[in-house]
């Protein structure tokens, strides 16, 4: 019960509440651009689909940790959700800065999310790491691709990519030296579609 209560909350946080960083941003003290209007749209729509992940982050860690009955793996998913937090909190001041918007779909992201995790969770604590790495693998690829679209003088938004980058590097690889399983060919492809038409309708919406 007490986990249910710990999602419930924490979905109704991600959701409706102004994230709060633990950490500073990578873009403190970095001087905003003087962007085109067709730059800061462009940089609005990549920062909207970075937080995105971020909702989908919480739901994930959230509904797994929710789910397993090994405490030191309960903790690690619960630090791995404060430092996605973190990454929320720095992409909704970068939306900000940029005069953008979350996604309106949040809640079904937020969603979709939990129900995967929930899913991979309730198979085995290994596969749920299995889940965690293949998620944070296809993540920092899609956020190296951002270091290659945002603009060039957006340096606080290309700051914030590359450390989010890196901390998804770094959350796959302890997954995987955790006893991640490599879930199969059909599963990563279905990710990757997944992903490909949550990210496509985020820049949108």
């Given amino acids: 019960m007490d ?10 946080r991600t959701l409706f509440a102004k994230p709060r960083a633990g950490a500073p941003t990578p873009a403190h003290g970095l ?10 749209r462009l ?3 990549l920062m909207r689909v970075n937080h995105v ?18 405490a030191a793996l309960r903790a690690h998913l619960l630090e791995a959700a ?3 937090t973190d990454h929320l909190a720095w992409t909704q001041q970068r939306l900000d800065a940029l005069s953008s918007r979350p ?3 949040n809640p079904l992201w937020f969603t979709g999310a939990f129900a995967l995790g929930l899913v991979a969770a309730k198979i085995s604590d290994r596969a749920s790491l ?3 790495a293949e998620t944070e693998k296809q993540v920092a690829a899609h956020l190296a691709s ?7 003088q957006d340096v606080p938004s290309r700051a914030v990519v590359a450390r989010m980058k890196d901390d998804e590097e770094r959350h796959a690889a302890q997954a995987r030296a955790s006893g991640a399983v490599e879930l199969p060919f059909p599963a990563r492809a279905a990710m990757k579609v997944a992903a490909k038409v949550m990210t496509t309708t985020a820049h949108y919406l």
Wanted: with cysteine.
């Fill in 3 to 12: 986990s249910l209560l710990t999602a419930a909350e924490n979905a109704l």
């Fill in 31 to 40: 001087a905003e651009p003087s962007l085109s209007p067709a730059d800061k």
């Fill in 43 to 45: 940089a609005g729509a």
């Fill in 53 to 70: 992940g971020e909702v989908c982050a919480q739901a994930l860690y959230t509904a797994q940790a929710a789910v397993t009955r090994d």
């Fill in 82 to 84: 404060r430092e996605e």
């Fill in 103 to 105: 996604s309106l779909l």
């Fill in 130 to 132: 299995g889940f965690v």
């Fill in 146 to 152: 951002h270091l290659h679209r945002l603009p060039v």
